[in-house]
């Protein structure tokens, strides 16, 4: 031992010991026979000790009792003690424990494996002795590997603590646990954290650098220190201390050099051997065979040298070359010689790290127990080596960075096991070799063996193939009786953590052919040996709660196939290659390959359990939710929402005809109908289902036991699966019916066609929906909401303190479990928490008691989370399958036979409607608080829906908001599929101008006045569990999604002219219920909403503006209709002024107020509805809104100028384009203008809003410059002055505000009016392009010419004008193409006669929009125009009037247009030959949404409608602008009387330019006798008659002044 590095290894040797080692060296050739080579090592004599025992005593026996014994000695004590570094430094030069296990692993293992060089294998007395010894020693370098503690790095600043030891080692657990895949064997392959020993650590802190050996101190024990003198002075070098044996190993395991991993080489040897996991029985044979011999023949065994030396003898005798004595003396030698020692039986021990203690006890000739054994340890060995690879690479790249090139890190022997050579010294040198380490991974593919194809029977598959061989143990089950019943699935799990490590360090693609095999390309072996290692019974109980669990290998396997289910890699996603979309999961499932002994079979047969053990025991309860989530997601590929990575999986072969035919399978099978049936229906008469079962045992809440708790938890996981499995299917069997696999195996083409899908949809949705029991209705009623009845869990979180928040933050991780599932709750972690809460005194008691708290605490937490979650998703599936199968209900009725739907009319609808309804109020029901049930079951809201007293259990316990989410969200489905179904069950198409439309509607008044109440009530109930004002609840995001629903059943009731509040049938508790909403939802819509998501600083406030919009729309839906119910119910007046009057309400309304500085565009629209009501404007008075209005105003308009300034000389003005928010604010002016109120309040809202316009008057200047873009903008422009005005018109003539308002004429109030006046004239000239006008009374055209002539300095270019035509763009011409709409002339009388409905068409559904906008900004400004003129008659100043021309060109456009339309318009309603050949014409092609060719009825129908609105506005413009020509000449008239500023002459030259102007109009267009307007609009032509009338006479008294 003193002499194995010789101290000059490697650096100076002697030429005489080179020359011995050559000839040491000669006869080692690889051709050499066994038979050529030394039997032993070493000479035999008794001063090697155990050496010469095991080579020259126990090897003749072939039986190695000594070297066992010692080996499981050494084991034990390692186990126990570790590896203790000063072991023996009193007397050896080499301390510690490494010259033990470098006997282990460099002779014993060699030797015991055959794979030393230059000597013969060792003989054994039968293979229970060779599998013995191998684990034997085996089970020393795992103890040594397991004890093994990786230091971190080494830093010259400051040593290494203990503390920072700890560290490491959880971060490496933790690693190996979470990266690396190894959770199955973790418990097996580390120490406890406790057992690690400080001085232990600082020797594995030197191993990490090269250190010599300190010389010894004289006087000390044997003094060593001589020899030590010794070797230094005969070589001159100092001793390196030896490595620690944890590193020696594992730097022997992963070495990158083929010739220093032997370690690794001897696991691949006995994890191959005899054929892998196929010929582990043919041990057992061998025993048995041996076993018999031994009973037949005793002590003498039929030995065929023994019996020719018989044969000889007795030929001896009967030639007589032998006397009788002689015989009788070669007879009792040769009987001497056959006598074989009978072995007795002994039980041996083992020690296995699972049990926590030895084993009781094995036969000693059990060989298949040992080669199990060998087999556990082996694959222990490479877990361990795995786990511990990263950290260990890590500290040698840190060691490797202090030290020096020159220095690099190395390690030598301890002894070198060579036997001596006379004369020479090289027995004495080894080498020296430098540590390269690689991952293990790299080893297990690209390692080639040293091993001989002799030795090793792979059959075809190549020597350096190891993981194919360990995917086969995955599948292995143990076969001896003690294994069996200690841990059967020992080495199929280790052997699994090596296939995780695999799968979690390496690429897909390359994974999956190097776990596979060059033999076997399409993964058959794989899947077959999963599919065995999932069909191993589970073992042992599942810790729950949080703390540290045992992986069962059924559990791993389900959660690798999870975790690799739509896992492509990234190195191949770009490549051609059909094999770049391999996957792991798929092909252990057999949705890749050809196996058919796969995954998926065996998940089936363990969901198909006919008593549901599997499903319902706590023990693999949890393994069953992973089964119906791997159902779900086999489902889920190539589904609705398909990803990319899901697309490209698809892709890989016979991945999609595969997954078709298991649908198909299952389909065909009942495999939906049955499993659906077996946990929502009922069991027996009186018998409950089992989703009823465990709600109830839900609702209990069994916060105590964790296991009741936690199989609850894990069974409505499962029904959860199973629902969303069920909602793929009906999506499929609807969305993909006509689809066609691809060929099968065999050539056969599987097919689903139309027919069988479609009774496949019929038997479930049959099953779902049939009455009286509908499985949905009744799962509905037993889903839980959340919290228990018990009150165990809220207890503990409420009455024990909590941690700190600083440590529950650093303590929380995210819940393990689908992403789509689990993602946003937080767990405690315990064993971290329990960690952080030491005490120095743990002898005292109330250290004990914070401990137990601390942990009772967290416990109770986890199980809170874990059941919000598991209601959360089983309330989430139920939805999607609710909002799937009532979807999918009228397929059946579109779908079916004649013969059906006549068999099935007079039931199918009812029962349709009838569950719908019973389902969406139901959902209700479930939301609503046990206050507001009762409530609102007082008053029979309930009565034709569901009673309330059948919700069960789960119904009255209170609700947990995250729960009942998807529930809000489901309600909201319904709420649009009950609407829906109405429509189309009964051909009514929303917005149809069907007077008689909500005669045939199919839903009553009074449900629908039931279903607003009961989500209301919803509503109302999320505000009794809502948290204060200012923090945003759990509660609010489900009051949003209600709001949406409420808001979609209001605007049904408004299309459908229902009343659902009404004073006589509205109890005053269920208007108080409204009001809790109304104030609830007017809290929620103070948040901010902005335009853009960018606006937003964080997640948080985009979702808290989502709610306030939301709640905004809810609202501003129930003030519309009860503003719409006004005048048949005074209910909604009464209601909105008591609700007013709330504190709450004025709160939120004054933030709301805030809003609108705060670039919140859609706040104003709710303003708006509560303007509605008197008492809502006040209340927005009192907050000052117009001054909020203007304030924004005003800061906009100064930025608007800093902007116009610096862009000077450019198009900025151009560019600057209106602020977004304008045209809410000028709604809402509009909308406050328009409020019933006091005259004086009226007044001065409009003063407010006069100011307000003018601030914009360069804004609106610009957005008439460049009309008809913002046209919308425009109107409400117009609008808002129209209503200024018309407030003010009532006021004395004078009164300061009108002095200081409209009379006061200035700049920005003359921008205003000139603006209207000028797109007045412009669309009044030109309603339509000049091109398709009529020509004008020739009278007219003169009268302009005549008053352009006596201009003396301008001059007027009467050609080709532009017109605001020119401005619309080209996007306008595409569309429905549309014949050109009559406008009066001959031309285009042509033109319309030939019924252009073709691309050939000018016209088009665009430009009929543009016509119909601008008639009505047209006629909003000859409003403004009429409600100006009295202002303009009381100014001082003379102010510009209007232009006659330009009213008579209004009018004889208007009324032109108006009539030739009410023409077109009654040719197009008379049923006529011509009529009906155009129906029967082709086709008319839509070119703007690229649609195939539509029918020409669906052309006219479009034309009709575009022609009425243009016709009814335009004639109601020729009409206003009548009487704006009345109203101006009575003007006129006025001024000339009253105002002396003006002269005779003036008065006389305007009034003649008035009449020659207005009389061409009159006379052309007859309106004194023909009046104008469009019959269909049902307004009377009277009115215009009279107005022309009246204008007649008016003219008349002007000319005879003039006379």
Known sequence: QYSSYAAGAGNAMPARDRVGQQQATVGSAANKNNDQLPASTFPASPDYGMIFQFEHVESKLGSYPATEGFLYLLSTLVKVAGCPPNLGNQWRLRPGVGPYIEYVT?????????????????????????????????????????????????????????????????????????????????SEIFCDIDSIDEEEMSSAIQDFSNVSLPPSQDGIGPNPANQNQMLEASFGNPVPLAKTPGFGILSNLLSSSSTNNNLFQIIQKVLSQNGGPKGIPTYAEKTHSRSLATSLFRETPPIIESAEEGTMCMARRE?????????????????????????????????????????????????VLWRERSLQLSLRILCAAAAREEAFMQSLKEASGIASSSSQLSIVPTLLFKGPIHGSFAHRFVKEEKVSVSRLSNLLITQASSLSAANVHYGRRSPMEILPTIVEYVGYRACSSSLSNDDPQGIARSAFGIVSYMTHTMPQVECVHSLSGTDDVNGIRLANAFSKGLSLPSSGDVERGGGRTTVDLRAAILDLILSNMNIMDSTTASSSNKNSNLNLSLMMLGLSGSSRHN????????????????????????????????????????????????????????????????????????????QIATYLGMRGPSTPSIFHEVSNSFCLGHGDDLEVSGRDNDVLHSISWLLKGLAMELHYLVGRRDIKSASM??????????????HQLQSLLHCLLSQPNSLLLTALHDIPLGK????????????????????????????PGPVEICAGYEMIDIERLLSLCHYPNNSDPSSNTSLENAREWATAWNSFVCRVCACTHISQAWSDVVRTALICSPFIMVNDDIAMVEQQQATSFCMNTRVVMDI??????????????????????FVGAVDHHDVGTAGRNPVEAECAMSLSIAALSVTDILIESSYQDHAIVPGSVDEDAAAGFGIAEEDVARVCALIVGAISSCAESSSTAGRMSPNDGRAAVLSCALT??????????????????????????????????????????????????????????????????????????????????????????????????????????????????????LLQQIALFGGGVQLLAKFGITTKLLDFAMAYVQEERQFLSSNMGTNGARQLKPPSLLNGHLSLINALLSSPLMSSDRVALAVDSYRLLKVYCGTFERLLQSYPSNNDLTIKFIESLYLTYTALKNESTGSNVLGNTLLHVDDSLLTLERSVLRIACQISAFPFPSHLLPPLPIELINVE????????????????????????????????????????????????????????????????QYATSSAKCLEMSILFLISRVHFVAQRDLSTFCIDAVAIAKGVCRCSDASRAIQDRLNVLSRPETDMTKMLDSSNVMDESSQRDQLPLSHALNLEREYLFQLGCTLGQCAEKLVCLALQDARRMATRSSLSSSVSTSESFHEWAYFIRAMTPALDHTEMETKGVGCAFSGESAEGSKSMAQALRQEMDKMKTFLK
């Open 106 to 186: 460099d002779f014993v293992l060699p030797r015991a494996t055959g794979m030393a060089n230059d000597v013969r294998p060792v003989k054994y007395a039968g293979v229970s002795e060779e599998c013995r010894l191998v684990e034997r020693a085996l089970e020393v370098v795992e103890a040594v590997l397991v004890r093994y503690v990786v230091p971190p790095p080494v830093s010259k600043e400051k040593n290494v603590t203990l503390e920072e030891v700890k560290a490491r080692y959880r971060a490496t657990v933790k690693m190996a646990k979470v990266e690396m895949g190894l959770l199955p064997v973790l």
């Open 599 to 674: 995954c998926l079979n065996v998940i089936l047969e363990l969901i198909a359990d006919s008593d549901n053990g599997f499903v319902l025991d706590p023990k693999t309860c949890s393994s069953a939710t992973k089964c119906f989530e791997i159902l779900y997601r086999v489902c889920e590929l190539g589904g609705t929402g398909t990803t990319t990575a899901q697309s490209r999986l698809l892709a890989a072969p016979n991945v999609r005809a595969r997954q078709l035919h298991f649908m198909n399978k299952l389909r065909h099978g009942n495999f939906w109908q049955t």
């Open 745 to 758: 195996m065999g050539g056969g083409v599987l097919s689903y066609g139309t027919t069988s899908n479609h």
């Open 1345 to 1408: 010419k005549i008053h352009a002539s006596q201009m003396k300095n301008i001059t007027i270019n009467l050609g080709n004008e532009s017109t605001w035509w020119d401005n619309i763009p080209d996007s306008a011409s595409k569309g429905l193409p549309l014949p050109s709409p009559p406008t009066g002339s001959f031309d285009v009388q042509q033109r319309f006669s030939s019924d252009q409905y073709g691309t050939d068409s000018i016209w088009s559904e665009g430009k009929y």
């Open 788 to 815: 228990s009845s018990n009150g165990f869990i809220q207890e503990r979180l409420h009455s024990i303190a909590a941690p700190s928040s600083d440590v529950l933050r650093d303590l929380s991780r995210p819940m």
């Open 1048 to 1165: 979609r059943m209001l605007a049904f009731s408004e299309e459908a002219s229902y009343c659902i509040i009404s004073q006589s049938s509205t109890p005053s508790s269920i208007l108080d219920i409204y009001a809790n909403a109304v104030a609830y939802l007017f809290g929620l819509s103070t948040l901010p909403v902005f335009d853009s998501q960018e606006r937003y600083s964080n997640a948080h406030e985009a979702k808290g503006g989502a709610i306030a919009l939301a709640a905004r729309s809810g609202l501003s839906s129930l003030f519309g209709h009860l503003k719409s119910i006004e005048h048949q119910d005074s209910v909604g007046e009464l209601f909105c002024s008591n609700i007013f009057t709330l504190d709450t309400l004025s709160t939120a309304v004054a933030r709301l107020v805030n809003l609108i500085t705060c670039d919140d565009n859609d706040v104003t629209y």
């Open 920 to 941: 969406l109020c139901t959902i209700l029901l479930r939301l609503l608080s046990p206050t507001n049930s009762d409530a609102l079951g007082q008053y029979g809201i």
């Open 319 to 367: 030639r007589n070359l032998v006397d009788e004595r002689g015989y009788e003396e070669a007879v009792s030698v040769l009987r001497q010689g056959m006598i074989r020692p009978l072995e007795p039986l002994l039980l041996l021990s083992y020690f296995e790290r699972s049990g926590g203690c030895p084993s009781g006890g094995a036969s000693s000739s059990d060989a």
